[in-house]
């Protein structure tokens, strides 16, 4: 996040008694200077700010929003107690810290996230078992906020994408996970994949 600290500089500028307007002519002047330096630092700190979200099922951003990174889709396996219920979105290449191979016993397992697809509504059955892309985005908006049960924002507020809530199955033997809004034109990392190799090719 870009920091700035605003310091600010009282001066003093002595005039001549017979001058009346040095003083007025000087702090306006001294005004007028702070006044472009602020907005110029607005324009700036503009193009680097705002809230964060994840677009789940897809490898891109909206054109309003910018590509902070883009991974797979990850949380814990879908029949084992403990771990986090929570879903990542893990980067492609990520930094590996002290670690040991092999010494996983009672510790919190990352698994990838797949598509289950019992029908073809509202995606094809074609899409079944396939790991499911993420994009982290970052938006010109100080404020983001996913809406269920919504296609549509309200006053005032501009839609970055629409989507499906998804979770884990309701069936016996699977554990709790979070609701997610996954985009209404997902894709598999497979397909994804391809989409940007074919995007990077016709630039």
């Known amino acids: 996040m870009l920091k700035i600290s605003l310091v600010v500089i009282l001066s003093c500028v002595c005039c001549r008694a ?13 005004i007028e200077r702070n006044l472009k330096d602020l907005q110029s630092m607005h324009v700036h700190t503009g193009e680097n700010s705002g809230e964060t979200y994840i677009r789940w099922g897809k490898t891109l951003c909206p054109k309003e929003s910018n590509l902070i990174y883009d991974g797979f889709a990850a949380g814990k396996h879908f029949n084992i107690g403990g771990s986090g219920t929570n879903f990542l ?4 290449n990520p930094d590996w810290n002290d670690y040991k191979d092999g010494e996983n016993t009672g510790r919190g397992r990352i698994y990838g996230i797949e598509y289950e697809m019992a029908y073809n509504k509202p995606y094809p059955k074609t899409f079944h078992d396939k790991d499911m892309p993420c994009a982290v985005c970052q938006s010109s908006k100080s404020t983001v906020l996913m809406v269920p049960g919504k296609v549509t924002c309200h006053d005032g507020w501009h839609k970055e994408f629409s989507g499906y809530l998804m979770s884990q199955s309701s069936t016996n033997g ?4 979070e609701y997610i809004c996954v985009d209404e034109n997902w894709n598999t990392c497979l397909v994804e994949m391809q989409i940007v190799m074919r995007v990077s090719y016709i630039r």
């Open 89 to 92: 979105c893990l980067p492609k």
């Open 174 to 177: 699977r554990t709790p996970s």
């Open 18 to 30: 017979e001058k009346p307007g040095c003083l007025k002519e000087h702090l306006i002047k001294e």
